[in-house]
């Protein structure tokens, strides 16, 4: 009785995944961009996820993010190819373009000078994609749209200099805002007497002995102070950190 359940789970199983296996063609075609690239003409090649049948189908043309159409095994980035599977699945003609190994390049997320920009080569690669897509018979003419992935990746060279941004941002807000802080803070408590020993090494212990309005005087350059040196000793973490991690 088991081996027959087995066996008729494994029937219905397979029964379900052979029409999603043969329900789109995939090929890899190749088409000119729209511009040349370093004073050479460009061929860009993708790879076409088709549904079956005739058409005229609706068509998607997909666009990779800054780390490429690839993984560094070689492979075609996982995500990329099932959003173009579940599109063909869906009806859909789908077109992953490859706008980086064509003109030398695997990705760029980490180039600090892009040589290929998303305001340019990239929207061209969309267009030139566009126009080769609308003239195949199988593609409902005008009926052409776009899927792009926005990724943001921080690099150690990057987290190093936002590291020194918010150091130099923490200095500049932070030490004025202290100094005046401290000097608010001393006039308060000369004004009540004479001034408690070393009163600057904790400052803040002296707070709880202030009136409503003494307070109130102290209060936006302690914050602004705080706020300072927080953002100082997080930016100065994160530029060593990114430093470290650069030269390992």
């Not at 961009?33 to 068509?59: N, T």
């Not at 600090?112 to 340019?120: A, D, T, V």
Request: with cysteine.
């Amino acid at each position: 009785m088991r081996r027959w359940l087995l066996s008729a789970l494994l029937a219905v199983l397979l029964e379900l995944a052979a029409p999603g296996a043969a329900s789109y063609d995939v090929e890899w075609v190749e088409f000119p961009a729209l511009k040349e690239f370093g004073g050479e003409a460009v061929q860009l090649s993708a790879l076409q996820f088709r549904p079956p049948g005739k058409g005229p189908f609706p068509a998607i043309v997909l666009m990779h993010g800054c780390s490429g159409m690839y993984t560094p095994s070689g492979y075609i980035t996982a995500s990329y190819r099932r959003w173009a599977e579940l599109l063909a699945l869906d009806g859909y003609v789908a077109v992953l373009v490859d706008g980086f190994n064509p003109r030398g390049y695997r990705t760029i997320c980490e180039l600090q000078k892009r040589p290929i920009l998303e305001s340019r080569e990239r929207v061209e690669d969309a267009y030139a994609t566009a126009r080769w897509l609308n003239d195949q018979p199988y593609v409902g003419r005008g009926r052409i749209g776009l899927l792009g992935w926005l990724v943001t990746i921080v690099t150690p060279h990057l987290f190093h200099n936002i590291g020194l941004i918010l150091l130099v941002v923490g200095l500049v807000e932070g030490v004025p805002a202290g100094f005046w802080y401290h000097v608010v803070l001393r006039r308060i408590l000369m004004a009540r007497g004479a001034l408690p020993p070393k009163w600057w090494i904790h400052p803040t212990r002296h707070h709880t002995g202030l009136t409503p309005e003494e307070h109130r005087r102290i209060r936006v350059w302690f914050v602004l102070g705080g706020i300072g040196y927080a953002l100082a000793v997080a930016g100065g973490l994160a530029a060593i950190v990114g430093l470290l991690i650069e030269r390992l």
